[in-house]
């Protein structure tokens, strides 16, 4: 089932349900909490919170997503994209549990001649928040599970919440068994690769306080009306359903593996080294692609510098897969072939987003060959005195001079078995950024306030983990 005719038919059947098909929003929504739109419910947090009342009682979406925090996850599970659509079904204050259970239920497990997804019931999972018995009981009655497939997580797993104050519930999730050939026995507790997550059923209840999300965090008290809010991975329902082996194979990632299969003369499935870089590839274009046409360009903050890092590391990788010649402008062409019947404004844009990748792609080069030797003699000397600690003012010399985002470095120094003295390079960036902002500030003359990216970048999110702690607090694990 080809991923168009998988998006179809969840949008038909909560159309059916009396659900509101509402258009994805832009990634870029102004939260000052989140870099990118990362999860469906999103764009209608107002409506959980009562800051606005919701125009429709059930709303019915394809999320664009992007998730920083899953990048280094990509090509080695199966299962995680930067880029993803996140489909989902919502009610502010009408349906609850039961009928959350209950829609999902018949969507996963009608035949396919009959519109739904036709998944075998006897392969499906479903975890539970620990102390929450009536979801368990409906999921016995309404799907008949037994007792051995709904298993019990605590906050971390099955508490929904954003990284502050803001909507959080219960939540439910629902697992694919892919079989024995792929993993433990047990269910998604003991191996969530076997296993795989495919739907996040979100019991939106409460308002959370301040805390750190995995240890637990207050919960302040209750929202004004109890709500539904799921996320169904509509790339991990094509791996499924098209019988590939990971996410992406799909049919609206894997062109661009054969783009680089072309571009290299290399065959993907003979090595793995090999196989995770295409598949890095694939889901980085796939990205960049989204995040220009939403408006981003590459630069050195927040998200800006997320899409640098991006690109950056698909031109690398395509030059580690042996290809000589720029790259991006063909894998541009590729992601807009596939994903434009969803997303028109690839074709309608597409000079200007080939156009932001070009030039990138130019600069980068222009850099690369000469701060790869620079990185080279450094490798050379830390190892050479004994050390496996790469210099921190070698890692911000190659981000200043050669434009080197510093997870490029830690990922090159990783291939040579050396770290990296993230801290020392930490400093640097930020006595760099205190100097710019003084010139600046003499400069002034009254501009919009762009303080709340530039803060996030202050906390030391130049180092990719601090977007990705930002964001997957914010998300259910
Ligand atoms: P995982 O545990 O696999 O990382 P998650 O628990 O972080 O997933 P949720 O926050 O519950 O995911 O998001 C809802 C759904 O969105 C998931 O059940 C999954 O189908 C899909 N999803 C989440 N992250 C990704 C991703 N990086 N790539 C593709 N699909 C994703
Ligand atoms: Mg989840
Ligand atoms: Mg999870
Ligand atoms: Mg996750």
Redesign the pocket.
């Known amino acids: 089932m080809q991923t168009h005719d998988i998006r179809q038919r969840f949008l038909s059947h909560f159309e059916r349900a009396g659900h509101t098909v509402v258009p994805s929003a832009s990634l870029l929504l102004d939260d000052p909490n989140l870099l990118f739109v990362n999860?469906g419910m999103v764009p209608f947090k107002p409506y959980f919170l009562g800051e606005a009342s919701a125009p429709y009682p059930r709303a019915t979406s394809i999320q664009k997503?992007v998730?920083t925090g899953?990048i280094d996850?990509v090509g080695k599970t199966s299962?995680?994209?930067?880029f993803?659509q996140?489909a989902g079904n919502f009610s502010f204050g009408d349906y609850f549990k039961e009928t959350a259970i209950k829609e999902a239920w018949s969507l996963l497990t009608t035949s396919q001649a009959d519109g739904g997804f036709g998944f075998d019931p006897d392969r499906l999972w479903a975890t539970v928040y620990h102390d929450d018995d009536e979801t368990e009981t409906l999921w016995r009655e309404i799907a008949g599970l037994p007792e051995e497939r709904i298993q019990r997580r605590g906050m971390a797993d099955n508490y929904?919440s954003m990284t502050v104050p803001g909507p959080c519930g219960p939540?439910s999730?629902i697992y694919y068994d892919r079989g024995p050939e792929h993993g433990r026995e047990g269910g998604p507790i003991v191996d969530?690769d076997r296993f795989l997550?495919?739907?996040?059923l979100v019991f939106m209840q409460n308002i959370r306080g301040e805390g750190p999300a995995k240890e637990g965090y207050p919960i302040l008290g209750e929202l004004p009306a109890k709500n539904i809010d799921t996320?169904?991975?509509i790339?991990?329902v094509a791996y499924l359903l098209q019988g590939v082996d990971n996410?992406y194979e799909t049919d609206l990632v894997r062109p661009v593996i054969a783009k680089a299969e072309e571009l290299s003369g290399r065959r993907y499935g003979a090595d793995e080294t090999a196989d995770v870089r295409f598949r890095v590839i694939a889901d980085h274009a796939r990205s960049g692609v989204m995040l220009i046409a939403d408006g981003v360009t590459p630069g050195n903050e927040a998200r800006g510098y997320v899409l640098r890092r991006l690109l950056r590391r698909i031109v690398r990788s395509a030059r580690l897969l042996g290809v000589k010649e720029p790259v991006l402008g063909e894998f541009t062409s590729v992601v807009r072939d596939v994903m434009s019947p969803a997303y028109p404004e690839l074709t309608t844009d597409y000079e200007r987003i080939e156009s932001v990748m070009r030039t990138e792609e130019n600069a980068f080069l222009a850099t690369l060959t000469s701060g790869s030797k620079i990185f080279d003699l450094a490798a050379t000397a830390t190892r050479d005195s004994g050390a496996v600690v790469l210099p921190g003012d070698k890692a911000f010399q190659l981000h200043d001079t050669y434009g080197f985002p510093i997870d490029l470095t830690l990922e090159m120094a990783a291939e040579q078995g050396l770290s990296v003295d993230e801290e020392g390079f930490r400093s640097l960036m930020a006595e760099q950024r205190a100097r710019a902002k003084s010139a600046a500030a003499s400069r002034r003359t009254g501009h919009g306030d762009k303080s709340v990216y530039r803060d996030l970048l202050d906390q030391g999110a130049t180092e990719f983990v601090g977007y990705e702690r930002l964001e997957s607090e914010s998300?259910?694990?």
């Open positions: 999860a997503c998730r899953d996850e299962r995680h994209n930067t993803f996140m929904w939540c999730e969530e997550e495919i739907w996040n996320g169904l991975g790339e991990r996410v998300v259910v694990r």
